[in-house]
């Protein structure tokens, strides 16, 4: 198999576990917002967005997971794993994967309002690669139901992005 084509399915597969923990949140009134974090192919981190059940408007679940794989290494530096998100991270976030030094991250759906490459398209660590668009649709989808539960009514184009 070619490289980049086993790396997609490679991507694939943690995104669905991503997708799973975004699941978790969406059941607990949560924004549907999962993350994974792989360290040589082995899952050491999942989370997700916990700002409603914590009352912290920074636990949102690339926190967390940065948190729990530190933990799980034993180090703050995260210089061998890779970050899977089912959303664009927010600029908070994106700084604090750049704190870790993670150097690849992988995510789902993108999201023009909150997102890091709008407003902070440096803030990651100079090194490291990102891929977008991960199942992206599975990811959007999510999103945009727990914002159609929420207001009752078929959103707008741009309305997944709110958090
Ligand atoms: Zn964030």
């Known amino acids: ?42 899952i050491i981190a999942r989370a ?28 703050k530096y995260l210089t ?14 994106a700084g604090a994967i750049g704190w870790a030094q993670i150097p690849r991250v992988v995510y789902g759906a993108p999201d023009p309002k909150r997102g890091y490459r709008e407003y902070a398209p440096r803030v990651m660590h100079p090194k490291a690669t990102v891929t977008s668009g991960i199942l992206e649709d599975e990811c959007r989808e999510l999103m ?11 959103p707008s184009p741009k309305s997944d992005g709110q958090r």
């Open 80 to 93: 061998d794993c890779t970050l899977y998100v089912t959303v664009e991270p927010c600029p908070m976030c």
């Open 1 to 42: 198999m070619e490289k980049t084509e086993q790396q997609r399915k490679e991507d694939e597969q943690m995104m669905r576990r991503a997708l799973d923990e975004a699941r978790i949140a969406m059941a607990k009134d949560e924004i549907p917002i999962g993350a994974i974090i792989t360290c040589k192919g082995r």
């Open 48 to 75: 997700y967005n916990l700002t409603e059940t914590l009352c912290d408007v920074t636990a949102h679940a690339e926190m967390q997971a940065i948190t729990m794989a530190a933990n799980a290494l034993g180090g």
């Open 144 to 154: 945009q139901e727990f914002f159609r539960g929420k207001r009752g009514l078929t």
